[in-house]
């Protein structure tokens, strides 16, 4: 079994809607939680950054963390076609150079 | 703002090859990482560097080695190449002050025939 765990989807939502993404994880150790944004063929794009559990809110961006669940989200308010991507949710365990466990990535497509 | 820079974008060997692939982190970050992108997957850590010292070592075969340099960019060395092999191969980078934040260059499409 992963250590994290995302649905890869695909999903299709029409302009406008609000979309939840979201991870499961089972290493109690993980701290950091973040949300990258990947445009195909490109590199992942840091969208968010959360530490333990609570809310961050950025623009048309929330993200949750429930570290008693072990789940975090990512909420899109107003999708916008631009917003078509794979959304990897990753976390991080301990201080110093912190390697990165990526979920498997949902392919997110808005439609106009 | 500047970005992480690798070279080559593109790459293709024959199995058995050996190839360098090269990252230059974003100025003023000291920590490197290497990650490996097959299609469809998530990115694997393969391995990290601090100050030009290893840091972390994940999933990186023997074939595989690394070093930081005095100018802080990174080279992988790929020696014996196999066709699994084939994947994006992106390197990260993050400041010192705030270690947490891993920014990803956009990659190199390593393709073994």
């Known amino acids: 079994q992963k250590e994290v765990e995302q649905d890869p989807g695909p999903l299709s939502v029409p302009e406008g809607a609000i979309v939840s993404l979201n991870c499961t994880y089972s290493?109690?150790?993980?701290?950091?939680f973040m949300w990258y944004r990947q445009y195909s063929r490109k590199g992942p794009e840091l969208l968010m950054y959360?530490?333990?559990?609570g809310n961050k809110e950025d623009g048309r961006f929330t993200a949750q963390v429930d570290k008693s669940s072990k789940y975090i989200s990512l909420f899109i308010r107003d999708s916008q076609p631009s917003d078509s991507a794979t959304y990897l949710c990753?976390?991080?365990?301990?201080?110093?150079?912190?390697?990165?466990?990526f979920g498997q990535g949902t392919r997110l497509t808005i439609n106009p | 703002a500047a970005g992480v820079i690798q070279s080559p974008r593109h790459l293709i060997k024959e199995k058995r090859e050996t190839a360098t692939l090269k990252c230059y982190p974003i100025?003023?970050?000291?920590?490197v990482y290497w990650y490996q992108q097959g299609p469809g997957q998530d990115p694997q850590f393969l391995i990290s560097?601090?100050?030009?010292?290893?840091?972390d070592k994940g999933s990186i075969p023997d074939r595989f080695s690394a070093q930081q340099f005095s100018d802080y960019h990174s080279e992988l060395n790929m020696s014996s190449l196999e066709l699994g092999d084939s994947a994006l191969y992106f390197c990260?980078?993050?400041?010192?002050?705030?270690?947490?934040?891993?920014?990803f260059g956009p990659g190199t499409r390593l393709l073994v025939l």
């Open positions: 959360t530490y333990s559990s």
């Open positions: 560097f601090y100050e030009k010292m290893q840091s």
């Open positions: 100025p003023r970050h000291d920590t």
């Open positions: 990753a976390m991080s365990a301990i201080q110093g150079a912190q390697k990165l466990v």
């Open positions: 290493n109690s150790a993980f701290q950091y």
């Open positions: 990260a980078s993050s400041p010192t002050r705030d270690l947490k934040t891993q920014y």
